[in-house]
């Protein structure tokens, strides 16, 4: 009986920061680095906040959680709020933040431990209205997802014993044409219910929480949204300029990926891992949606799909596909998957596009040893050698894509070479690093102390090898996004076709779905001479699944 191989759907976290719970679907994926996937990112938030040595301290710590308490505690008003409440919202500016939002005359100012980047106003009723800013810094959260999980672990007391405090994600109109993560959770028992408000600016982050007793949320339900949705930017240095990631330090090669590999040996351990590599053949797929094929590869046969000839005398667009995780190739390409986490790519062949996807050297029952990163880009770029080779392809329409690790290979091979019209990275690695990471899928099989063999698994220092468009995109809460925008950067200067995006309304796996259907469409369009293809940050912005 045949093993099934694992992808690596992994476990979801509900909303933000709940206990993971199982994603739909049995089929998973072999392995992808913790630092990509779902169930690993509370803790990647928290290793994020333990070496942050500005905007995770615990003085900054102490100072966000005097801004969102939860009600209840003694309260000394300000002086200055003691008169006759007018009839009206009032303008009321948060220190420090450049912002301001409209609250009843009723409301009143609570003097904190913290006067500057925050505003926290007492209403009638028990209603409590925080409003905190956070000034984007190199060692802070990077997201609105990384934002909304620091301030929900360090603040709000989950109730789990009586069912109350799980987050649940809502739906909010975009504050000034920008995208707003949502919050609902319950606190002290669920006697107390929050809504919290997170977006951004290219410089600051900005959170509001209304916070009232349970019993009265639904009554108080049109005032909220009217009080929430008053909240505004005044201040327009905020956004000046793109919003700008953290990024690890990263020195550029002068020499083209190429010329650095082409004097490198790379020494690696012999054979495949025995984690997440079992050995097995892969399965043969049903009629119709692939034929199994073998690619004369640099080490031997190395196992392929590709869809068949669809027999209608032209030729077709192809999409050679680099898989995520690591292991092989197996039924997920043709099984159902939810769009939260399709990793099938099959957006491509129901867009009658030719989609061909692999396996490298010591996955499934391919010969060679496991180099990660290293000889699999070879091995990818021989499979886009096979397909050019197919009568019903075109062969000046063959585009590299892939996603994770495969995003990774993409990336690399996009600067090994210049034999594809265009080449799509989702979320691939920029710069190889946090060795331990790979530990449970595969490990590192050379001398992670060994600066050339880590530095030739690293796309980044050599961006400028990229000679074809190459796309770069990736989910929110991703820690990959400051380099893609590090080697945009550096593309914009030196004149390289490279691009990065990020979309906020989607992660490392929600974005498959959207994202491949947009880029089906993108070169199904794509039939001059040369590739004209090109994306708009509108575009991305919308890359979301409804739930």
Avoid at 267 to 294: I, N, Q, S, Y
Avoid at 417 to 435: E, V
């Amino acid at each position: 009986m045949e093993k099934r191989r694992m992808h690596h759907r992994g476990a979801a976290p509900d909303a933000v920061g709940g206990e993971p719970t199982p994603r739909a679907g049995e089929n998973a994926q072999k392995s992808t680095p913790p630092d990509l996937a779902r169930d690993e990112r509370p803790k990647r938030a928290e290793s994020a906040r333990a070496n942050a040595p500005a905007a995770r301290s615990p003085r900054l710590r102490s100072w966000i959680a005097a801004a969102i308490l939860l009600a209840g505690c003694d309260r000394t008003p300000d002086a200055s709020h003691a008169a006759a409440p007018r009839q009206g919202p009032v303008s009321r500016a948060v220190p420090g933040c450049g912002a301001a939002i409209d609250a009843p005359d009723a409301f009143r100012t609570e003097a904190t431990e913290r006067q500057q980047e925050h505003l926290r106003l007492l209403g009638p009723d028990g209603v409590t209205l925080s409003v905190s800013c956070l000034p984007k810094r190199s060692s802070g959260p990077m997201t609105l997802g990384e934002l909304a999980q620091w301030v929900l672990s360090d603040i709000v007391k989950l109730d789990r014993a009586n069912g109350a405090g799980r987050p649940r994600r809502t739906d909010e109109p975009p504050i000034d044409g920008r995208p707003v993560l949502a919050l609902e959770t319950d606190t002290d028992a669920g006697g107390r219910r929050s809504t919290l408000l997170f977006t951004e600016r290219a410089q600051v982050f900005y959170w509001v929480e209304y916070t009232a007793p349970a019993s009265s949320w639904n009554k108080g339900a049109e005032g909220r949204t009217t009080l929430l949705r008053s909240f505004r930017v005044t201040d327009p240095g905020a956004d000046r300029g793109p919003t700008r990631w953290w990024h690890p330090e990263v020195k550029e090669d002068p020499r083209t990926l190429a010329e650095a590999r082409a004097a490198f040996r790379t020494k690696v351990r012999k054979g495949r891992p025995e984690k997440g590599f079992d050995g097995l053949p892969a399965p043969m797929p049903p009629r119709g949606t692939f034929e199994k094929v073998h690619v004369k590869g640099p080490v031997g046969r190395l196992t392929a799909y590709i869809t068949p000839d669809p027999k209608d005398s032209r030729k077709h667009p192809a999409v050679v596909w680099a898989h995520g995780g690591f292991g092989g190739i197996d039924r997920w390409f043709w099984e159902a998957a939810p769009r939260s986490n399709d990793q099938s790519a099959r957006a491509f062949r129901e867009a009658g596009i030719v989609l061909a996807v692999g396996s490298w050297r010591a996955e499934n029952d391919n010969p060679g040893d496991y180099e990660l990163y290293y000889g699999e880009v070879d091995d990818l770029l021989a499979l886009r050698d096979h397909v050019a080779k197919r009568s019903y392809v075109d062969p000046d329409r063959i585009y590299l894509a892939g996603h994770s690790s495969g995003g990774t290979l993409v990336l690399l091979a996009a600067e090994r070479s210049d034999g594809f019209r265009a080449a799509f990275s989702i979320g691939g690695s920029p710069l190889f690093r946090d060795p331990a990471s790979y530990d449970p899928y595969g490990g590192v099989p050379f001398d992670p102390t060994d600066a050339a063999e880590v530095l030739l698994r690293s796309a980044a220092p050599f961006v400028r090898s990229i000679r074809r468009p190459t796309f770069y995109f990736e989910g929110s809460g991703s820690s990959h996004v400051g380099l893609a925008q590090w080697m945009a950067d550096r593309a914009a200067q030196a004149g390289v076709p490279f691009q990065a995006f990020t979309a906020m309304q989607a992660d490392h796996f929600s974005i498959l779905a959207p994202l491949t259907e947009l880029l089906a469409k993108k070169i199904v369009a794509d039939t001059g001479v040369a590739a004209n293809i090109g994306f708009t940050q509108e575009e991305i912005d919308r890359l979301r699944v409804e739930e």
